[in-house]
């Protein structure tokens, strides 16, 4: 029993840095989303579109969302290293800048929050 209370304990696991290095990468990435979703959630509220004549970082015209990443990342250097990092790599890699797998799945996801929140306000009433 006392070998198994050792081995129980999160210090002494065998995969502890497995573990560290896991949480690491999800800290990486909600800080990634909470910038992703900040610049949706301003240009939905506003009604401003998302692109521009290009999907590429540093371009002029690579529209609203990109240029809003690229203007935080200005002042942000979590941002502004993963900008550098994740820049233009095209298909097949995850960055949560590209429309496909950003704009529009998280707007429908806000879109289903405000909706139930909507709904729960309505039945209260």
């Known amino acids: 029993m006392m070998r198994f209370l050792a ?5 002494n696991v065998v995969n502890k840095e497995l573990v560290k290095q896991i949480e690491k990468e999800v800290q990486h990435w909600e800080e990634v989303l909470k910038r992703v979703v900040a ?4 240009l939905a509220q506003r009604g401003l ?4 004549e290009t999907q590429l970082l540093g ?6 969302f990109l240029g809003c990443m690229e203007l935080i990342a200005e002042f942000d ?4 290293e993963y900008l ?5 790599q ?7 800048l590209s429309q496909t797998t950003v704009y529009n799945e998280l707007i429908h996801v806000m879109g289903s929050e405000v909706l139930k929140k909507i709904l729960t306000e309505i039945k209260k009433s």
């Open 90 to 96: 095209g298909k097949g890699h995850v960055s949560y």
């Open 77 to 80: 250097p979590f941002l502004k």
């Open 84 to 88: 550098t990092k994740c820049a233009n």
């Open 49 to 52: 579109p998302f692109e521009g």
């Open 7 to 11: 081995r129980s304990n999160p210090c």
């Open 39 to 42: 610049v949706i959630n301003f």
């Open 59 to 64: 371009e002029p015209h690579n529209g609203n």
